[in-house]
């Protein structure tokens, strides 16, 4: 079955960095934007950053000069790198890929990670 799996979540001290990873496997024939997003405890889910399918990359304000979004095709994979890790940045993050599935027939569906709990704190 098609899904992602993220991994790379964890304690860092501020300042720090971690670097998340979300790989999409099943039965995948094309793979349109990818995001990151992110919620915090009593907050709404917000688009921390984002990369369409040409390599064009977006970015929350709060986090730009700090993070960077990658991704490889052939991998199927995405990246968050987050550098200067602020306790602001606590938070549960989350893959989302627009991908092409289907066996049958084929049609592009939006998929979402289980999340990952990134943790900020001194």
């Known amino acids: 079955q098609v899904q992602l799996v993220e991994s790379g979540g964890g304690l860092v001290q501020p300042g720090g960095s971690l670097r998340l990873s979300c790989a999409a496997s099943?039965?995948?024939?094309?793979?349109?934007?990818m995001h990151w997003y992110r919620q915090a405890a009593g907050k709404q889910r917000e688009l921390v950053a984002g990369?369409?399918?040409?390599?064009?990359?977006n970015y929350v304000d709060s986090v730009k000069g700090r993070f960077t979004i990658s991704r490889d095709n052939a991998k199927n994979t995405v990246w968050l790198q987050m550098n200067s890790l602020k306790p602001e940045d606590t938070a549960v993050y989350y893959c989302?890929?627009?991908?092409?599935?289907?066996?049958?027939?084929?049609?592009?569906?939006?998929?979402w990670g289980r999340g990952t709990q990134v943790t900020v704190s001194a």
């Open positions: 989302y890929a627009n991908l092409l599935v289907g066996s049958v027939s084929l049609s592009w569906r939006d998929y």
């Open positions: 099943g039965g995948i024939f094309g793979i349109n934007d």
């Open positions: 990369v369409t399918r040409g390599g064009n990359t």
